[in-house]
T-cell receptor, first 111, second 113 residues
Framework: QKEVEQNSGPLSVPEGAIASLNCTYSDRGSQSFFWYRQYSGKSPELIMSIYSNGDKEDGRFTAQLNKASQYVSLLIRDSQPSDSATYLCAVNGNTGNQFYFGTGTSLTVIP | DAGITQSPRYKITETGRQVTLMCHQTWSHSYMFWYRQDLGHGLRLIYYSAAADITDKGEVPDGYVVSRSKTENFPLTLESATRSQTSVYFC????????????FGDGTRLSIL
């Protein structure tokens, strides 16, 4: 079983819709959770971090964490074509500062 | 604010050659990381370093060597390159606390012929 699992997609949504990206993780001891956006040919860019159960909002982005279900999600409201990218979920490991990354979900926002 | 820079951005070399990828950060972050990213595998950790002169293996360390004599630099060396090491390599850094995010360099696209 992989440490972090994401649906690879591709996920397509129309412009203005809500995009929902999901991630599950296997290590119950994980405490820190991150979402990165990666445009094609570019490096991962941090967009959200979340540490406590519940929702965290930042502009059009909302991260949701449920530690009991070992589930973290990212909602993108009012999706724009510029949101088209691969979204990586990252979870910290139990030791040191190691992160485990999912393989990413490819999102396409259709104008 | 230069942040974290990697060099070269692109490199083509031949099997058996030694190649070194450079990573430099200006944030004074204590932790630095090397990842490779391949289609279908996502980001896989090669090596990481908690401080100068402290390094440790990640998920896929075989065939790679790292050093960290200064906090700001973390070079990655492929001692005898193989075709399977063709990949995109990312360097990242983070502050010392376990809950801090990692910040990535622009990557090095390495092709081994």
């Amino acid at each position: 079983q992989k440490e972090v699992e994401q649906n690879s997609g591709p996920l397509s949504v129309p412009e203005g819709a809500i995009a929902s990206l999901n991630c599950t993780y296997s290590d119950r001891g994980s405490q820190s959770f991150f979402w990165y956006r990666q445009y094609s040919g570019k490096s991962p860019e941090l967009i959200m971090s979340i540490y406590s159960n519940g929702d965290k909002e930042d502009g059009r982005f909302t991260a949701q964490l449920n530690k009991a279900s070992q589930y973290v999600s990212l909602l993108i409201r009012d999706s724009q074509p510029s949101d088209s990218a691969t979204y990586l979920c990252a979870v910290n490991g139990n030791t040191g500062n190691q992160f485990y990354f999912g393989t990413g979900t490819s999102l396409t926002v259709i104008p | 604010d230069a942040g974290i820079t990697q060099s070269p951005r692109y490199k083509i070399t031949e099997t058996g050659r030694q190649v070194t990828l450079m990573c430099h950060q200006t944030w004074s972050h204590s932790y630095m990381f090397w990842y490779r990213q391949d289609l279908g595998h996502g980001l896989r950790l090669i090596y990481y370093s908690a401080a100068a002169d402290i390094t440790d293996k990640g998920e896929v360390p075989d065939g790679y060597v790292v050093s960290r004599s200064k906090t700001e630099n973390f070079p990655l060396t492929l001692e005898s390159a193989t075709r399977s090491q063709t990949s995109v390599y990312f360097c990242a850094s983070s502050e010392g606390q376990n809950n801090q995010p990692q910040h990535f360099g622009d990557g090095t696209r390495l092709s081994i012929l």
